[in-house]
T-cell receptor, first 113, second 116 residues
Framework: DSGVTQTPKHLITATGQRVTLRCSPRSGDLSVYWYQQSLDQGLQFLIQYYNGEERAKGNILERFSAQQFPDLHSELNLSSLELGDSALYFC????????????FGAGTRLSVL | AQSVSQHNHHVILSEAASLELGCNYSYGGTVNLFWYVQYPGQHLQLLLKYFSGDPLVKGIKGFEAEFIKSKFSFNLRKPSVQWSDTAEYFCAVNGPYTGTASKLTFGTGTRLQVTL
């Protein structure tokens, strides 16, 4: 168990819908990262938050947004869902930002039908 | 932008065979290097990491990796694989850094299948 908790484990929804994925980092970790894992794109970095503020952005679509709350948990919001958004979404956390080991959650498997 | 190449996409080995998985990265500055493993249906787990110092690093479950700066490589090795090593292996690079901004760039992964 990495100490990073993601909910829900599975999500099945329809095209055009909006979903929210939740991540609780390891106790004391200030950074939260979101990654998308799909068969065709592999593991792609989406976004990083550090202590409530956005710190780095990767290949995140405009339809996707994230935030980190004062208690350090994070949510990834995916809207206007398309079939191609079906993927495994991982959250990771680290103690700070630079150079630290990232610990991954079990992921949320999103299926868009 | 940083990129990571894993040249072996699918490797099939018999138990007790030796393993070497290749990993090359593009950025020539200061980087941290990682190997993660993903067992079927599970999350990514850290196998080993290199930050600095001895370029030969040892990880969990008998894995080791060698950092060769001149070749931009960080190959993963294990002298004798077990059936339980069947998994997907990802090489990842963390860097370059900007303050507290950080991200891991992953390779495409190598699927290892160990047969009895």
């Amino acid at each position: 168990d990495s100490g990073v908790t993601q909910t829900p484990k599975h999500l099945i929804t329809a095209t055009g819908q909006r979903v929210t994925l939740r991540c609780s980092p390891r106790s004391g970790d200030l950074s939260v990262y979101w990654y998308q894992q799909s068969l065709d794109q592999g593991l792609q970095f989406l976004i990083q938050y550090y202590n409530g503020e956005e710190r780095a952005k990767g290949n995140i679509l405009e339809r996707f947004s994230a935030q980190q709350f004062p208690d350090l948990h994070s949510e990834l919001n995916l809207s206007s869902l398309e079939l191609g958004d079906s993927a495994l979404y991982f959250c990771a956390s680290s103690a700070s930002g630079t150079g630290n080991i990232q610990y991954f959650g079990a992921g949320t498997r999103l299926s868009v039908l | 932008a940083q990129s990571v190449s894993q040249h072996n996409h699918h490797v099939i080995l018999s138990e007790a065979a030796s393993l070497e998985l290749g990993c090359n990265y593009s950025y020539g500055g200061t980087v941290n290097l990682f190997w993660y493993v993903q067992y079927p249906g599970q999350h990514l787990q850290l196998l080993l990491k290199y930050f600095s110092g001895d370029p030969l690093v040892k990880g969990i479950k008998g894995f080791e990796a060698e950092f060769i700066k001149s070749k931009f490589s960080f190959n993963l090795r294990k002298p004798s694989v077990q059936w339980s090593d069947t998994a997907e292996y990802f090489c990842a690079v963390n860097g370059p850094y900007t303050g507290t901004a950080s991200k891991l760039t992953f390779g495409t992964g190598t699927r290892l299948q160990v047969t009895l």
